[in-house]
């Protein structure tokens, strides 16, 4: 089966984390020896993944040397860290491929999404990203830069941005003539460099994408059998947190829709993957799967995660 | 012909500039309408490129945030530069191929170089990287940092770190094979992230890489017949910067062999891609160019330039 791969954050790095680049590695290095063992069983794996807190860092490191160097905007931001995760995944994955006697090869194919500039989401910029400030930063950097700053649970203002929704891949035929050749790709980290078309062609734009939405996009594109989205849950739940919380097995898609409608699930977090298993399934893929890294393997299998059919 | 291009920093960043995206943008735009030139009379393109000033910024950030955020190691930072410069190329690439109304793919691959560990370069470092320290910030970063940091053309104290041979690349079949498949692939930044062979599989080390010795390493993996060096200088100049100074036109891989002998180049500058440019021949290349971007199409057309044969 061909299977797209959707690592979350976590599997990179951890909230109480420092981030140091070791740190990261042995997080990267566990992943990895979970994807081995669906790249073992003969499935053709292509990988994306988040890049929250590694962006979240470039950003302020961005922030903290202003007053000597120029910040970079948000899609060479992204772009350093498709190649900083990219560099330690394809690295990593080599390497216990190798130990575990598999001989494919892995690469990382720097991605850009396009999204339509006639977004809604343009207007309605909801995505907090980088460093909190005081009210006061706040005012200055909204004077100064043109930013929309909006308070964070109580933690300070934190600009926000547009997270428009992923159209398609630049770099489409290039990732599936790789995948057809049985290399295994990294492509679409962080959701993909957003690009709008202009009259001057397709240029970066100030936003970021949902990682689960734009690997949906990605496993149409490479006709991809299984979206496998991987995060620190063994499950979906029904009415989570609640007395009456229920572990999601094997559902439809339709029901899923269903469930988005009533508002089951919380934004930022498992509607957005919920989403886009719909969209994976709607645009012809056969089976998404949400559960966690350790459980991947049986999820595959059938006796772990929620799965969701056509 | 199969051309392999190593486009030089300044390509990319002036020196007198400040290091703003725009900046960069507006100087890749430039080097790539040169580029479309050469792809429009029907040659396979391979890019290669420095970062020398991009990295130094980003190191140069880490050690502005250090405080409050870990810096990344030498290998993470080189990643970072990569998918940021193979960005800004393969965006801007493709908007010129397009405008030329050729319909070319373009891709980045994240490339890491095999450097040897018993490469003497390792007892002995000697490449300059990152922010300048006064005599007592070098010390106390000896002590606390085991780096070697060594006093730089009286601007102050510069860490120096090992510049190995590059040897080859792991990513060599997947460039090969996007090569074969007609797409413009943009490799080998900042001569490769550094590997090098453990125990525990290839792994990053302190180091950086000579972007055109990698270039001509590059070239020979993917059979390129002619390695274009494209850097601020018209020609190779004999006796440079004496007053019996002489252009050198058309010469041999056999004179440029003596020339180096003599000394006849400067290390850091034109020596290694002399150098490079024997390495590219030796290995079956049939020819390689050193001239200016500009140059870059009556270069090919042999009619400007220095041209080295075997």
Redesign the interface.
Known sequence: MRILVALGGNAILQHQE????EEQFVNVRTACKHLVEIIEQGHRVTITHGNGPQVG??L???E??KD???P??L??CG??????I???I??SL???L??AGVSS?V????T?MVVDASDQAFKFPTKPIGPFYTSTEASHIREERGWILVEDSGRGYRRVVPSPRPQTV??A??IR??TD?G?IVIAAGGGG?P?VSTE?????IEAVIDKDLSAAVLGGLISAEVLLILTDVRNVFLNYGLPNQTPLGRVTSEECRRYLEEGQFASGSMRPKMEAVVNFLGAGGERAIITRLQDAKDALDGTAGTTVVP
Chains 1, 2 share one sequence.
């Open positions: 420092k981030g140091t680049a860092d470039i302020l490191k961005d903290l040397a000597t160097l120029p970079m905007p899609d060479v772009a350093e860290s498709q190649g900083m990219g560099y330690m394809q690295q080599r390497n216990e190798q130990k090869q690469a990382t194919v720097l850009e630049l770099q035929q290039v003539e790789l050749a290399i460099v690009v001057d062609g397709f240029k970066g």
